[in-house]
């Protein structure tokens, strides 16, 4: 019997991180391939001083908000924390509590923040997935990316960063890569139960126990479109991944391709009363909640391969 612990390198644990993200992606992996093969091309047509400050990790990762952010790739690793927001506090956190080989947060930080708009592309796929013209889908996306950008373009992208490099841990942000897996949960959970009215569809979510955690603490499902009596027609889960919240005005065009409830993990206001004047229901599953399902399917696997886990910064850990 070997007592020898089973660890990993930042890099392999990287690289499954994206492996289980695309395993389960709402695209079909040769879309996902297409676009990785045409960021290639595109790459070899830049100028070299283009090449020269180009995030080459774009030309094997379609996740462009998760990323390594700092340390050595080849480092073992055997103990790490990771939560929804792990940054400055969590850093010193995680140096604190001491022995810690690696800090992951699931929100993105340095180079993944600044690159958030990027993966966004995701989402019109899977709106054309759910019937929505690739050109209407992307035609509605393009203003809302670029709002997205401009949004996180005026960030200290880099502060966490700089405070990892300063205290030596090993940092990394892993975001649509667990979103993902939330999201593809989700369906099948949904879709093997196929409830029928929105009031069912609240409570089948609620037994799942981040939900029902979420719930203890006033941050369960909530419905903020639509009413409990109303039928859930079909249902899409259009809101749960892809970076953050898409354009308001799809909803309009979900509900013309036949979309009666929409599942998401939060949202804003404007996308609340754009769901209700097409008379869709916004089933919010909940934020942290929801990033915790994705985060935990991950972290399972690496508590299998021997890697020591502390969840921290909001992230409700429940093991599968
Ligand atoms: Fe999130």
Known sequence: MSFEINNMTIKQIYNLAIEMGRKVDFRMSSQINALLKRARDKYEKLSLQEKKVFDKDNLVNPYSDSRI?????????????????????????????????????????????AGLDEVMHLQA??????????????GLLKKRISEVARG????????????????????????????NLAADYLKKYIEKAKPEYVGELLDLLAKIPEYEEASKIKAG??????????????IALTELTGGTEGAPEIFERLA???????????????????????????????????D?????????????????????????????
């Open 69 to 113: 952010l700092y340390g050595d790739s080849d480092k073992k690793i055997t103990r790490i924390i990771m939560g929804i927001d792990m940054r400055e506090a969590e850093l010193l956190l995680a140096d604190r509590l001491g022995n810690i080989d690696l800090v992951i947060s699931h929100h993105p930080a340095g180079i993944g923040l």
């Open 125 to 138: 796929d899977v709106l054309a997935s759910y019937g929505i013209p690739i050109n209407v889908a992307e």
């Open 152 to 179: 996180v373009s005026g960030s200290n992208h880099n502060q966490a960063v700089d405070m990892a490099r300063l205290l030596k841990i090993p940092y990394m942000c892993l975001h649509t890569v667990c979103d």
């Open 221 to 234: 499902p909530k419905l903020f479109a639509g009413d409990r009596d109303n039928r859930c027609g079909k």
């Open 256 to 290: 013309q391709v036949g979309i009666g409830t929409v599942i998401g993990m939060h949202m804003s206001e404007r996308h609340t009363k754009a769901a209700s004047k097409a008379h869709i229901n916004a089933v919010v599953a909940g934020h942290i909640s929801s």
């Open 292 to 320: 915790s399902i994705g985060i935990n399917l991950f972290l399972d696997e690496l508590e299998k391969k021997g890697i020591k886990v502390i969840p921290a910064s909001g992230l409700i850990r429940v093991k599968r």
